[in-house]
């Protein structure tokens, strides 16, 4: 099962770029750029990933991200985790950043988004990669700090699918950004949300019903509203659930507890992703081993996590069913 893991054609849709920035990287452009970090080693750096809970992680990734500076540095930080898309046999994947974390340093947002878009342009052509970008504002800030980096986003419209929510979710509720919401999704912006990963399912169904969402972010505390639950089944509300994420921000004690398996035998359209891979110990390929290891989960179930982030994921439809045939394929050749 594990060589089936490694082979199949997967498809990301929670990923934080910041995220994906490894102590050896941050390392390096604290040395390009003269940045002080309050560590020694890279080894120390992973020393001190032991989180509690979401804010103890999101404090320590927002001071990892103070070493990104130039546009050479976003670059550099996404060509590396699309190298290790590639490894993850990863075929399509949408990336979240989070331009308040950088904006608010003096940072550009153009510095930032021409960065990363630079990476995925490479990635589509040297490693056949494709990918969309997403936007994400940081709840822990007001509103008007959202309107202002979308008026930002506007001149680069076309390289961003969409926009999203993330940091602290406790005493953040999604009421606290309709407005700007409705704004993005005025100007053509596709929308998602961090809800039910900390906070109560009242904030996945407000997501969806106050800020018009297309997939909910984590959504594992649905479970909590069977009603909720119902509904997400009949809509096929995609869930971008991720699972070494969770048991490292103790949203669950142990995989073994985790509802993912649950959830998809229930007919919910939830999807595997890394969240933030180089903070939580895996990239996709191991997210799913984890899951197989802890979980009674079948080939023909982790086949289907695959279909179910094709079918979440933000593409045309012809896009979708070349991907499909790339999962068949891989499927049909691995047990023949
Ligand atoms: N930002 C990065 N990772 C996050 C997560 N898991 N939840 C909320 N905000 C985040
Ligand atoms: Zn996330």
Redesign the pocket.
Known sequence: MMTYIQGLPKVEL???IE?SLEPDLMFDLAKRNQITIPFNSPEEVEAAYQFDDLQSFLDIYYQGANVLIHEQDFFDLTWAYLLRCQQDNVIHTEI?FDPQTHTARGIAFETVINGIDKALKKGREELGISSQIIMCFLRHLDQDSAFETLRQALPHKDKIIGVGL?SSEQGHPPAKFQQVFEEAMNHGFLTVA?AG?EGPAQNIHNAMKLLGVARV??GVRCVEDPQLVEQLIKDRTPL?V?PL?NIKLKVFSTMGEHNIVELLRQGLCVTV?S??PAYFGGYMTDNFVAVAEALPVTFEELKQLSLNAIEASFITEEEKQQLVKKVESFCDTFHS
Do not use: K
Request: glycine share 6%.
């Open positions: 929670h990923l934080h995220g979240f993330d961090h990963e972010d984590h971008t991720c994420s992703n969240d933030d």
